[in-house]
């Protein structure tokens, strides 16, 4: 499933593309009322977490929510015959886009998008994100901190890949409890998410590798992988670990595969 980064970064791309100038919206599919928002003006494009909403007034924001199996895909005009079993196109004066397979894709308004994102924890690429929102939720549960960090509620955008790597940075061993996280843990692991993630917005994929332990620097070779990106843990499993050699570890989780390594994260 896609990373709060990748919703953040297709906000951005498409109020570049899009914004400030009618679009017009169809459902080649037909399962996506396109005719509510169709030849409006696009106020703006933004994310929480992993959620993408196009606002085109308070009546009319679009939501969606990619899942497992979301994809945007994007090219400049002239638009071309639908592919697939296309949700979505938005068609503007220099590109067009295509949704599909998200798992939702709906009009709503404004009330019931504050709804939505009551349901989430604060996110670490928003301005108006509390991180002690967060806290409060993580230090009154019992559940291990690998698992806090996988809860929307809790914390919104994380995903897999970025839960198994701040908790690697950290040195944190996975199955520490929330009500054992001292404010000055998650102050930094908080403050690396920033990071990393806007990172990730940046540069279109995870990175969370130190400089020190880049393939250059280290005489390996570089990952390769379909996420892209270098990382410490994540997807390693069986292999040595980075910093201290030791094996790095997988186990099921909350039904998602936890990377750790069981030196450096005890």
């Known amino acids: 499933m896609p990373e709060g980064h990748t919703l953040h970064r297709l906000a951005r791309l498409h109020q570049r593309r899009f914004a400030g100038r009618p679009v017009s919206v169809?459902?080649?599919?037909?399962?996506?009322?396109?005719?509510?928002?169709?030849?409006?003006?696009l106020i703006?494009?933004?994310?929480?977490?992993?959620?993408?909403?196009?606002?085109?007034?308070?009546?009319?924001?679009?939501?969606?929510?990619?899942?497992?199996?979301?994809?945007?895909?994007?090219?400049?005009?002239?638009?071309?015959?639908?592919?697939?079993?296309?949700r979505m196109r938005m068609a503007g004066e220099t590109h067009w886009t295509d949704l599909r397979g998200p798992t939702a894709c709906e009009v709503l308004n404004k009330a019931e998008v504050k709804a939505v994102r009551d349901r989430l924890g604060p996110d670490p690429l928003r301005r108006d994100a509390d991180p002690d929102l967060a806290y409060q939720r993580i230090i009154r549960s019992k559940q291990p901190l690998a698992v806090l960090l996988m809860d929307q509620k809790v914390l919104a955008g994380v995903g897999n890949v970025y839960r198994a790597e701040?908790?690697?940075?950290?040195?944190?061993?996975?199955?520490?409890?929330?009500?054992?996280?001292?404010?000055?843990?998650?102050?930094?692991?908080?403050?690396?998410?920033?990071?990393?993630?806007?990172?990730?917005?940046?540069?279109?994929?995870?990175?969370?590798?130190?400089?020190?332990?880049?393939?250059?620097?280290?005489?390996?070779?570089?990952?390769?992988?379909?996420?892209?990106?270098?990382?410490?843990?994540?997807r390693r499993a069986g292999e040595q670990c980075f910093v201290c050699g030791t094996e790095v570890l997988t186990t099921a989780l909350a039904a998602r595969n936890l990377f750790w390594c069981p030196v450096c994260q005890v």
Not at 171 to 198: F, H, Q, T
């Open 26 to 41: 169809s459902s080649p599919q037909g399962r996506f009322s396109a005719s509510l928002v169709d030849g409006r003006k």
């Open 44 to 86: 703006r494009a933004e994310a929480h977490g992993k959620h993408l909403f196009h606002v085109y007034g308070p009546d009319a924001i679009v939501h969606v929510h990619l899942g497992l199996y979301g994809t945007f895909t994007e090219a400049p005009l002239p638009v071309l015959p639908p592919v697939g079993q296309v």
């Open 166 to 234: 701040v908790l690697f940075r950290h040195n944190v061993n996975p199955m520490l409890p929330g009500a054992g996280v001292s404010r000055e843990l998650w102050d930094a692991i908080w403050a690396d998410l920033v990071v990393l993630m806007k990172d990730g917005v940046k540069v279109g994929q995870i990175n969370t590798v130190r400089p020190e332990h880049l393939p250059k620097a280290m005489g390996r070779a570089p990952r390769v992988d379909r996420h892209g990106g270098e990382v410490y843990v994540y």
